[in-house]
């Protein structure tokens, strides 16, 4: 099972750290990922890590404003977001995957949100301008 929390609303430039609490699984034998779904556009991967070696990716357009972290002795991943846009506007969703079948090429894309087999409800983030 997965939980997101800390989603909120907040201006051009402001702040939010997502949480994803997970229960049920090894954490340190899968993949989480961050993705999010604005209104009238298709799922995509936003950040993800995999705890076991602390490998990070992003997609291009949060690269050094977004930072994920996990935390073993939590089961948790977050997700710092810094510097926030309106286009950052969504639903955000953490999903694990098992860190066998993770891969960085591919997960970001839409059909990747797919192999994830646990996900989160979604927290709403709202940067109004």
């Known amino acids: 099972q997965l939980v997101e929390s800390g989603g909120g609303q907040v201006q051009t430039g402001g702040t939010l750290r997502l949480s994803c609490a997970t229960t049920?699984?090894?954490?340190?034998?899968?993949?989480i990922g961050w993705f999010r779904q604005a209104p009238g556009k298709e799922r995509e991967g936003v950040s993800s890590?995999?705890?076991?070696?602390?490998?990070?990716y992003y997609r291009d357009s949060v690269k050094g404003r977004f930072t994920i972290s996990s935390d073993k002795n939590e089961n948790k991943v977050y997700l710092q977001m810094d510097a926030l846009k309106p286009e950052d506007t969504a639903i955000y969703y953490c999903?694990?995957?098992?860190?066998?079948?993770?891969?960085?090429?591919?997960?970001?894309?839409?059909?990747?949100?797919?192999?994830?087999?646990?996900r989160g409800q979604g927290t709403q983030v709202t940067v109004s301008s």
């Open positions: 999903a694990a995957l098992s860190a066998i079948f993770f891969d960085s090429d591919s997960w970001a894309t839409y059909d990747g949100w797919f192999r994830f087999g646990y």
């Open positions: 049920g699984f090894d954490f340190d034998d899968y993949a």
């Open positions: 890590i995999t705890p076991r070696n602390g490998n990070t």
